[in-house]
Structure formats: structure tokens, C-alpha cells
């Protein structure tokens, strides 16, 4: 297919052919991109240049032998009348992992129209059993409340997977908790499906993003888990002393500020 357009100059026309683009899948816009591997879950994704007037019965998604439709198709523009606008949204229920709900993999996602390949998208199946941290709470600190306020990870799986069908906590063998370079004191408990990992930072001065490790073996399946991230510790604002004085100037200042290093330089204004 093309479109063209002419130009007369003179007793001369020029005549103009440009090929219309190929229909193609957007992969960025593939969401989500990954997900558990003992569930469905559904998926959208962007395709342009598709005849306006395509139906849902013209698609087929297919995963090695495991081939469906999609449950809607949509179009951006309901005004478009041609290809060169037309943008589809796709949606399709994924089902669960063919290999199960223990396995982490990628797999390769075959769109199909009319029968003819539009293309493969990447999804990835994240192993249901796989240690996996949740949320942290709070998620930053300032350095004046390190070593005092206590911070609280809620992880999943961790130690082991389904260690919630017993207990995560009494799942627990040796366990550490770094922070930096700071072993830690911890305690934790179950709370539902997820276990919850309470610890106090190492006191520090110094703000920035701290690497924090939780480490232990599983006594089920005598096996180790590793959760590592990142935890922001943030200055506190600046304080000043006294807050106000006469206004002919001379009063002395005193600004306050933990966490922002040490002083580079210093200055003074008359």
C-alpha cells in the first residue's frame, strides 16, 4: 500500500509515492511486564498501523503450544479511517506458567493477525516461591533519627517459599541484618502471608543512600536467602539560634546542621 500526492509546476508534474509503514507492536508500552507465576494475569500492549476496521476475532496471542484471543481491542482514535492513524490497544489474559508456579522465566508472547506474525513480545513469570521484599516502612530517615527509630521490612517468601503456609518466623535459622557495615539486632514475626523484619539503623552522620542486607538460612529446607536494598538516610533541615535580633545587625547566628558533612568553607557578611 502507499499514499501520493502530485505537484504541477509549469507543464511538469511531479508525482510523489510513499510507501505506508508496516504494522508494528510497541514493546515499551507491553503492561505489566512480569508477573507471579501461579497466576493470570492480564496484559495490554500498543500496536500501530493496523486497519481501523480489524475485529477481535482477527488476533491470536500464542505461547509455545497455548494459543487465545484477545478480551478487548480498542482503538485510540475512533475517528481514524486509515492505517496511518491508527493505534490499537490490545488486552489478553495471560494464563499462568506452563512450567508451574516454582519457576522464574522468560517467555516469548506471539501476536497474530489474519495469521500472519505481527509480532513477539518478551514477558517474564517471577517464581512464586521466590524470596521477595514488599515494602519498607518507613522507606527514609533522617541522621539524627538513625539509631533511634526503628525501621520495619515485610518481606515474602523469605526465608524460604510458602514458609507462610507454617511460619516464616519459625522458618528462620541463622539470620543477619547488615546496615553498611553494621551487623544489626532484629526481631521478626508473621503477619499473614508476609514476615515482618524490625531493626534499629547504626547511628550515623553522614546522609545518603545505605546498602542493607537481610541474610538467612531456611531450617525447612536448609537453604540461604538474600534480600538487599537501598535505604535513604536524608539530612535534617538546619536550625538556627536565636531566630531574630536587633536590626542595626552585630547579632551572632548559630546555624545547626547535622548530616551535611564537614564545613568547606566559611564566610561572613557585614
Do not use: E
Not at 210 to 234: E, H, I, M, P
Amino acid at each position: 500500500d502507499s499514499d501520493g500526492s502530485m505537484v504541477s509546476t509549469g507543464n511538469a508534474i511531479s508525482i510523489q509515492i510513499r510507501a505506508k509503514p508496516s504494522p508494528v507492536l510497541l514493546q515499551d508500552t507491553l503492561y505489566p511486564r512480569k508477573g507471579a507465576a501461579s497466576d493470570s494475569q492480564t496484559v495490554q500492549v500498543t500496536a500501530q498501523y493496523l486497519s481501523p476496521s480489524l475485529t477481535l476475532s482477527a488476533f491470536q496471542i500464542s505461547m509455545g503450544t497455548l494459543a487465545w484471543g484477545l478480551l478487548s481491542l480498542s482503538l485510540s482514535n475512533t475517528a481514524c479511517t486509515d492505517s496511518l492513524c491508527a493505534m490499537h490497544m490490545l488486552t489478553f489474559l495471560l494464563p499462568p506458567s506452563p512450567d508451574g508456579p516454582d519457576l522464574s522465566r522468560d517467555v516469548g508472547l506471539n501476536v497474530s493477525v489474519n495469521g500472519q506474525l505481527l509480532g513477539t513480545l518478551t514477558y517474564s513469570y517471577v517464581s512464586a516461591s521466590t524470596p521477595t521484599l514488599v515494602s519498607v516502612s518507613p522507606s527514609q530517615m533522617t541522621t539524627s533519627s538513625t539509631g533511634a527509630s526503628a525501621v520495619t521490612v515485610f518481606t515474602q517468601n523469605f526465608p524460604s517459599g510458602g514458609c507462610y503456609a507454617v511460619s516464616c518466623q519459625g522458618d528462620i535459622g541463622a539470620m543477619s541484618v547488615l546496615f553498611g557495615s553494621s551487623s544489626l539486632m532484629w526481631s521478626a514475626a508473621d503477619t499473614g502471608k508476609l514476615l515482618a523484619v524490625t531493626f534499629t539503623p547504626a547511628q550515623t552522620s553522614a546522609a545518603g543512600t545505605v546498602a542493607v542486607s537481610l541474610n538467612a538460612t531456611s531450617t525447612r529446607l536448609g537453604r540461604y536467602s538474600n534480600l538487599a536494598f537501598g535505604f535513604q538516610v536524608t539530612t535534617p533541615p538546619a536550625v538556627a539560634s536565636p531566630l531574630d535580633g536587633s536590626t542595626v545587625g552585630g547579632s551572632l547566628v548559630t546555624i545547626t546542621a547535622l548530616g551535611w558533612g564537614s564545613v568547606g568553607a566559611r564566610g561572613s557578611n557585614p
